[in-house]
C-alpha cells in the first residue's frame, strides 16, 4: 500500500510540474490519469506521457496485489475462529483480527489482558519516585504494526462507540468530557487491546 501511495505521489508531482494538478487520492488518480494521458491538447511531452502510462500500469498491478492480499486475509479471517471472535470486539477488522492472532495468538503469554496493552506500548511510561507516580505519554514499547492497527480502530470507532448505551459508550463519553480526544483514542485503544 506504501508503494501505491509512492507511485501516485510521484505522478501527481511529475504532472504538477507540466501545470496540471490532480486531486489526492486513489479514485481521482483511476479516473483523471487516463483522461489526462489521452488528451493531447494539455501540453505534455510524448516521453512524459509514457512515463505516466508505464506509472499507471504499474499502478494497476500494485492495486490488484493489495485486492489479493486482502482477499486472502479475509479468508483467513473467516477460517479461524480466534479471527470470528475478535471481529465481534467492535472496532476490530478483519485486518487487525489477523494481525493480533498472528502476534499473540490465543494469549497464553499474558496473565491478564492489561498486559497485552502494556506488551503493545499502549499505556503512559511512568516515571515514579519518592511516592510520587507521574505518568507520561505512551510508551510506544512492542509491536507498532499492531499498536497503529489497535490505535486507527479505536479512531474509526470512537464515534459509533460513544453513542452506545453500554459500560464502553458511558466510559467514553465521559472520557470525552474531560480529556483531548487523541488522549481518549489511546485509551480506547488500550482497551480494545484488553478486550482481544
Known amino acids: 500500500m506504501g508503494n501505491s501511495t509512492q507511485l501516485i505521489n510521484q505522478a501527481r508531482a511529475f504532472l504538477l510540474q507540466r501545470g496540471i494538478a490532480l486531486p489526492q487520492g486513489k479514485q481521482c488518480f ?7 494521458l489521452e488528451d493531447a491538447d494539455n501540453g505534455l511531452p510524448d516521453e512524459m506521457r509514457a512515463l505516466l502510462a508505464g506509472m499507471l500500469a504499474e499502478w494497476e498491478v500494485l492495486e490488484e496485489k493489495i485486492q489479493q492480499v486482502n482477499r486472502y486475509l479475509l479468508r483467513k479471517a473467516k477460517a479461524s475462529e480466534a479471527c470470528r471472535r475478535l471481529r465481534e470486539i467492535p472496532g476490530i477488522g478483519v485486518q487487525t483480527a489477523t494481525a493480533l492472532v498472528a502476534t499473540i495468538g490465543h494469549g497464553e503469554a499474558f496473565e491478564k489482558g492489561r498486559d497485552v496493552a502494556a506488551w503493545l506500548g499502549l499505556v503512559p511510561r511512568e516515571y515514579s519516585t519518592g511516592g510520587k507516580q507521574r505518568l507520561g505519554g505512551i510508551s510506544k514499547r512492542g509491536n507498532r504494526y499492531v499498536r497503529t492497527l489497535l490505535v486507527h480502530c479505536a479512531r474509526s ?7 452506545r448505551s453500554d459500560q464502553l459508550g458511558q466510559w467514553l463519553r465521559r472520557m470525552l468530557v474531560h480529556k483531548d480526544r487523541r488522549v481518549v483514542i489511546v485509551a480506547l485503544a488500550a482497551r480494545l487491546a484488553r478486550i482481544a
Open 30 to 36: 483511476a479516473d483523471r490519469l487516463p483522461e489526462i
Open 157 to 163: 470507532g470512537l464515534e459509533v462507540l460513544s453513542q
